[in-house]
């Protein structure tokens, strides 16, 4: 089947994106790209699809069918291709050790985006392929440094900004996991207590894929002054997708989670946000905006939103969290 691929609206992109018939990307409405799916069998449940859905994102098996199914489609393909590359070059080289080297698909977008729902269907998709693949799902957030440092480096406003996480530990997380390496640890962390959560880790042992999101994932380090070359995080991926919508939404989508938060996770004394679930509403509700003006729409401004260029398939979503549109970028 073929669809026509119309040039991105060049209105909505930065202008390193722009140019008419230069466009890296292929466009699609959402109708167009799940003709895509083509016989893809759905083996997700409307059950399984609500539970895996973050608070506040309404995803449902329709959105799975038109979006979802296409995807989970196209990255087999890729899967696939890169095994066969992966054989063809260990004979090339005469090697017969058996390491194998998984795929690793890299998720970006803002905070409250719904990257953590996409993640985690995407990875119960992907699991369910005929070949049963090993799928692990790994988030940045276990990177960041814990509380203890970012209050006494003066950092607690930046969390989420670059300099919080500890892109070290990060990229040979990441070195280990592409060479193979068994039992892989890596920190997790808790929304709850709003910090990294000590001497508890993520075992990672050898999966055929690894879907690691992050606001930070397509992120670059600044080079050093010596001009070492230094690895980036998107170095270590084999396809990335990046979770667009209009700022005014994920604003709405942030601070109505969090006033949803206030009936749920905050009631609990363990919360960080504890104290937010009996003050007024009004008082939660101007915390929340003052979160997402004074850190996370700094943060989507200066260091996520500049990385969508780099992505190999952006999902504009519009409200209701419904994704509009696909952008594949041309090979
Ligand atoms: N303060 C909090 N207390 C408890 N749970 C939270 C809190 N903030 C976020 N969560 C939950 O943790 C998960 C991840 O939140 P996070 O802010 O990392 O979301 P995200 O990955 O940026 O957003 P999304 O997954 O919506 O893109 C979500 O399911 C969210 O509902
Ligand atoms: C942990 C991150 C950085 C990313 O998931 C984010 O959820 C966060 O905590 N941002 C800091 C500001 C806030 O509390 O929303």
Excluded: C
Excluded at 162 to 172: F, Q, V
Excluded at 274 to 281: D, G, L, W
């Amino acid at each position: 089947m073929t669809i026509a691929a119309k040039d991105i609206d060049s209105g909505d992109l930065p202008g390193n994106l722009q140019g008419g018939d230069y466009s890296p990307y292929h466009v699609f409405s959402a109708e167009e790209w799940s003709r895509f799916r083509a016989d893809t069998p759905l083996t997700l449940t409307a059950d399984e699809v609500q539970r895996l859905r973050s608070l506040n994102d309404p995803v449902d098996l329709g959105e799975v069918r038109r979006i979802y199914l296409s995807l989970s489609r196209l990255l087999s393909a890729h899967v696939e291709a890169s095994q066969i590359l992966f054989q063809q070059r260990k004979r090339f080289l005469s090697m017969s050790d058996e390491t194998k080297t998984p795929f690793v698909i890299g998720i970006a977008g803002s905070v409250a985006v719904g990257k953590s729902t996409t993640a985690r269907i995407l990875a119960e998709l992907l699991a369910r392929w005929p070949s049963s693949p090993k799928v692990d799902l790994i988030t940045t957030d276990g990177f960041l440094y814990p509380n203890a440092i970012l209050q006494r480096e003066n950092m607690m406003d930046r969390k989420g900004f670059p300099e919080s996480y500890d892109i070290g530990a990060l990229l040979r997380f990441l070195s280990a996991i592409k060479a193979g390496q068994p039992n892989v640890k890596a920190p997790t962390y808790s929304h709850l207590t709003y910090d990294v959560i000590p001497d508890r880790f993520q075992t990672i042992d050898r999966p055929d894929i690894l879907i690691f999101e992050g606001i930070n994932v397509l992120q670059s380090r600044n080079l050093p002054a010596d001009g070492k070359i230094v690895p980036m995080v998107s170095d270590f991926f084999d396809f990335s997708i990046y979770i667009d919508a209009e700022e005014s939404l994920i604003h709405s989508w942030y601070v109505s989670r969090f006033m949803r938060l206030r009936e749920t996770a905050f009631k609990s004394p363990q919360s960080f946000f504890h104290r937010y679930a009996t003050i007024s509403e009004d008082a939660a509700r101007a915390i929340a905006e003052g979160l997402w003006h004074n850190i996370n729409l700094k943060n989507l401004h200066q260091n996520i939103l500049p990385t969508r260029p780099r992505a190999d398939l952006i999902l504009q979503k519009g409200p209701n969290h419904l994704t509009e549109t696909v952008a594949l970028r041309k090979l």
